[in-house]
């Protein structure tokens, strides 16, 4: 089983929809967890970290579900630049050093006009 | 602040040929990583270093890959002889330890491609 699995999309949807990707993760004990933004042939770039009491910026939410062991983001009013691949990333140890993270395969978003 | 520095962008090598791949973290972080990443898939881990050693490199292919960061800041990761399943981008990450929930920065990557 993966450390991390997550929904490939596509998702297409319309600017000024609302959209809303989960990312599992099978490790219990994990720690950390973060959403990163992968546009097409560059680098990841960490968008949010997630928090045990959720989190928001802007118009992106980040939630942490523990006991069913698994992320979410929510974007609200999709704007065309939020057209990306958004990579969820799990640390399953604790501490306080940032160690090996988990990546998903990373959930398309295509935002159209 | 510059970010994570890595070259080549690109490099097309023959298969059974060498390639090596340069990376200078963000300045006064410890923690460097090595990821791959294959097309249509998140990034895996294939060497983290804390300073100039080594901590985390279960998931590197000792038999024809290898690493080294000298005195803690720029580090090489090195594949001889590449072989076709070997294309993919390699990215570097760094971080400040002792910051959990901080993420990583990656470096812009080498896209490898090996005919």
């Known amino acids: 089983r993966k450390e991390v699995e997550q929904d490939p999309g596509p998702f297409n949807v319309p600017e000024g929809a609302t959209v809303a990707f989960n990312c599992t993760y099978s490790?219990?004990?994990?720690?950390?967890f973060f959403w990163y933004r992968q546009d097409c042939r560059k680098e990841p770039k960490l968008l949010m970290s997630?928090?045990?009491s959720g989190n928001e910026d802007g118009r992106f939410t980040a939630q942490l579900n523990r006991a069913s062991q698994y992320i979410s983001l929510l974007i609200r009013d999709s704007k065309l630049s939020d057209s990306a691949t958004y990579l969820c990333?799990?640390?399953?140890?604790?501490?306080?050093?940032?160690?090996?993270?988990?990546f998903g395969r990373g959930t398309q978003l295509t935002v159209w006009p | 602040e510059a970010g994570v520095v890595q070259s080549p962008r690109y490099k097309i090598i023959e298969k059974k040929q060498p390639v090596a791949f340069w990376c200078n973290p963000i300045?006064?972080?410890?923690?460097l990583y090595w990821y791959r990443q294959n097309l249509g898939q998140g990034p895996e881990l294939l060497i983290r270093?804390?300073?100039?050693?080594?901590?985390?490199d279960s998931q590197l292919p000792k038999d024809r890959f290898s690493a080294e960061r000298l005195k803690g800041v720029d580090s090489t990761l090195k594949i001889q002889p590449a072989e076709l399943g070997d294309s993919a981008v390699y990215l570097c990450?760094?971080?400040?330890?002792?910051?959990?929930?901080?993420?990583?920065?990656f470096g812009s990557g080498t896209r490898l491609t090996v005919v």
């Open positions: 990450a760094s971080s400040l330890d002792g910051r959990p929930g901080s993420g990583y920065t």
């Open positions: 490790n219990s004990a994990s720690q950390s």
């Open positions: 997630v928090y045990s």
């Open positions: 990333a799990v640390n399953p140890e604790g501490g306080s050093t940032l160690g090996r993270l988990y």
């Open positions: 300045s006064g972080h410890n923690t």
């Open positions: 270093y804390e300073n100039e050693e080594a901590v985390d």
